[in-house]
């Protein structure tokens, strides 16, 4: 196994030459906001959260998807950093139809949470207020997609965790969406096989449980990483 050292924010830090600088500094206890990561699935460097600076570089890169590197320098929390995050989130605010006082996920959503971290007390963007649908065809759950940032974590984990592949992109820019098979209503998909794992993988409350009401999705998004760990040591084998 060989080893990086690398310095993160005046610490000097060592990593398994694989890591992302994202793991390397969540092991060192150096927290980097993120939204499109989520434990257990691959990543994709969507949501841009995660950018971080490397001395040397003039462009920003995410920490999710960069590898370390011998002798890297890395800032995580510079003015210039956290000037485009709070950006980034003003910009998914403004993007869709974010009303927490009546959303499911109210006091347990990442993307409120982000907006918290980055002091964003209001909006500087124009609000584009998107005519979006809502689907409850499911049995058990729904989707809304007013509340969805397109982070495709929902994508990923059944594609990857369940191996069911129902959710997708669909769409280009403001019109990107996700949909379930062939774009039909969820509760028709013959893929989904109710599993639950994108309901808990959804950072926002965009897909819920049926039946929650204003701030009672409680979303257990260490269930992936438990099955992923329970997986890859085989611990359901006797
Ligand atoms: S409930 Fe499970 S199978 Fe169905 S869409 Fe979600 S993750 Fe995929
Ligand atoms: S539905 Fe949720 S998990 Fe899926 S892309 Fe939208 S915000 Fe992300
Ligand atoms: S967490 Fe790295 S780009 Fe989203």
Known sequence: MAVKTL??????????????ILQAAQDAGIHIPTLCHLEGVSDVGACRLCLVEIVGS????PACVTQVAEGMEVKTNTERLQKYRRTIVEMLFAEGNHICSVCVANG??????????????HVRLEYQFPQ??????HDRFGVDHNRCVLCTRCVRVCDEIEGAHTWDMAGRGKNSHVITDVNQ??????????????????????????????????HQRDRI??????????????
């Open 185 to 218: 209503p969820w509760g028709t998909s013959l893929s989904c096989t109710s599993c639950g794992k994108c309901v808990n993988a959804c950072p926002t409350g965009a897909i819920f449980d049926k039946g929650s009401s204003v701030g009672e999705m409680v």
């Open 7 to 20: 310095i993160i924010n005046d610490q000097l830090i060592s990593a398994r030459e694989e890591e992302t």
């Open 58 to 61: 003039n462009k920003l890169s």
């Open 132 to 137: 979006r649908q809502v689907d409850i065809s």
């Open 108 to 121: 347990n959503c990442e993307l409120q949470d982000l907006a918290i971290e980055m002091g964003m007390n």
């Open 225 to 238: 990483q438990f099955i992923v760990t329970a997986r890859e040591k085989k611990q359901w084998f006797s």
